[in-house]
């Protein structure tokens, strides 16, 4: 059985994501930082809760505790939490930061030790073409329209985490996801976007790649998304 964990998973993306891994089989650990919330989604999918808050250390050890407490190992970690404020003020953009970066890094370093318990650990982290240099400075992309100043850097930061991850930690297999344009809570001011279960499917797929997929790449619903 796939031990998986994702994070922000009580609604959007990371919500239909839980439902497509446990639908595969896998034991999922719906991580949410706001417990009424995260235990309904949970419940609803028929996977296990855990409080987690990637902004807040002593939430994130805690969670591993859990997990290694009722498992001992974790094969799977998606880095789904994120956070879409565009003020360029500063505390907008420190917690845009914490939540979209250092958050990676926060739950990524806590789970190390029991990824490495697994034959064929995997992480993914959530990006955006938005973040994508190529994706920004392409006038056929979407991307290239739309100004996000705080955010597109934070997701450029998290590719650039998976890069380095994958370059130094290369037992574990580490990949970014551009999900698609969603209608979430994310971007319910720029409505038009495609559903989360739509969305969802590209992330569960690269979180069920076998062991001779890739690592350090970045992917999308086509294929590689040039950095």
């Not at 319910?188 to 992330?203: L, T």
Request: proline share 5%.
């Amino acid at each position: 059985m796939t031990v998986t964990l994702v994070t922000g998973a009580n609604k959007g993306i990371g919500y239909e994501t839980v439902r497509l891994l446990v639908a595969a089989g896998h034991t999922v650990y719906a991580a949410a930082r706001d417990e009424e919330r995260g235990r309904r989604a949970a419940a609803e999918l028929g996977a296990r809760f855990v409080r987690l808050d990637v902004t807040d250390d002593a939430s994130v050890v805690a969670a591993m505790k859990t997990v290694e407490a009722e498992q001992g190992r974790l094969d799977v970690l998606i880095n789904n939490a994120g956070l879409g404020l565009e003020s360029p003020t500063g505390p907008e953009a420190l917690l845009v930061f914490d939540t979209n970066v250092v958050g990676v890094i926060r739950v990524t370093q806590a789970a190390l030790p029991l990824l490495r318990k697994s034959d064929h650990p995997v992480v993914v982290n959530l990006s955006s073409a938005l973040g994508s240099f190529h994706a920004v400075t392409d006038p056929q992309r979407p991307a290239f329209h739309v100004p996000s100043l705080v955010y597109g850097s934070s997701k450029a930061a998290v590719s650039m985490l998976t890069l380095q991850y994958a370059k130094t930690v290369p037992d574990i297999t580490f990949n970014a996801v551009e999900p698609g344009y969603t209608d979430t809570d994310l971007t319910k001011d720029h409505p038009g976007g495609r559903s989360a279960e739509v969305s969802a499917q590209v992330v569960a797929r690269v979180a069920m790649m076998g062991k001779d997929g890739p690592t350090g790449t970045f992917q999308e619903e086509d294929g590689i998304l040039p950095w």
